[in-house]
T-cell receptor, first 114, second 110 residues
Framework: GAVVSQHPSRVICKSGTSVKIECRSL??????MFWYRQFPKKSLMLMAT?????????EQGVEKDKFLINHASLTLSTLTVTSAHPEDSSFYIC??????????FGSGTRLTVV | QKEVEQNSGPLSVPEGAIASLNCTYS??????FFWYRQYSGKSPELIMS????GDKEDGRFTAQLNKASQYVSLLIRDSQPSDSATYLC??????????FGAGTRLTVKP
């Protein structure tokens, strides 16, 4: 149980375009989800906390207008990278919380902007 | 002081040895503690959770928790090359708020 599905696993897009990444909790309801990015050989960096039915909370330094988060249902959160640039190329990972039972991570999305 | 601290490593052990990974945390009210394993290019996967003082064993893995010392560790017995990964310590500081350490990179040499 406690599966989080993330899609797509890989995406290549042209500079200036937008990319949407989906994160779904398959067998539990997730009122709170989290979005991370990770550069090669670096630690996870929390970008934002996504709350169902309300605005996301962004970490300092993360542009909310560039990284749009929508959490419209208890099982789905989306991250849209708008006007992507090569420096946005990274590994994006979502997770959903199960309270005291910890987080379950999606499989990640490798974004390459060319 | 960081909320969750780990030795970044790299930690290198020979195959068959015991790998010992350590983590300290700052919030005395923390209730839940976790170890995640992350292979290169993959997302983290939960391998152990521990909620009370003492040891918890699962196969070759043993998690140890000492709340008085604010210390949690992970022992991997009979280490295998397939255990080579980054291990993340995570602590729930509140119900839906978990903080991660920076991770310890483990290499098991054949």
């Amino acid at each position: 149980g406690a599966v989080v599905s993330q899609h797509p696993s890989r995406v290549i897009c042209k500079s200036g375009t937008s990319v949407k990444i989906e994160c779904r909790s398959l067998d539990f309801q997730a009122t709170t989800m989290f979005w991370y990015r990770q550069f090669p050989k670096k630690s996870l960096m929390l970008m934002a906390t996504s709350n169902e039915g309300s605005k996301a909370t962004y970490e300092q330094g993360v542009e909310k207008d560039k990284f749009l988060i929508n959490h419209a249902s208890l099982t789905l959160s989306t991250l849209t990278v708008t006007s992507a640039h090569p420096e946005d190329s990274s590994f994006y990972i979502c997770s959903a919380t199960r309270g005291l039972y910890g987080y379950t991570f999606g499989s990640g999305t490798r974004l390459t902007v060319v | 002081q960081k909320e969750v601290e780990q030795n970044s490593g790299p930690l290198s052990v020979p195959e068959g040895a015991i790998a010992s990974l350590n983590c300290t945390y700052s919030d005395r009210g923390s209730q839940s503690f976790f170890w995640y394993r992350q292979y290169s290019g993959k997302s983290p996967e939960l391998i152990m959770s521990i909620y009370s003082n003492g040891d918890k064993e699962d196969g070759r893995f043993t998690a140890q928790l000492n709340k008085a010392s604010q210390y949690v560790s992970l022992l991997i017995r009979d280490s295998q090359p397939s255990d080579s990964a980054t291990y993340l310590c995570a602590v729930n500081i509140e119900y839906n708020d978990m903080r991660f350490g920076a991770g310890t990179r483990l290499t098991v040499k054949p």
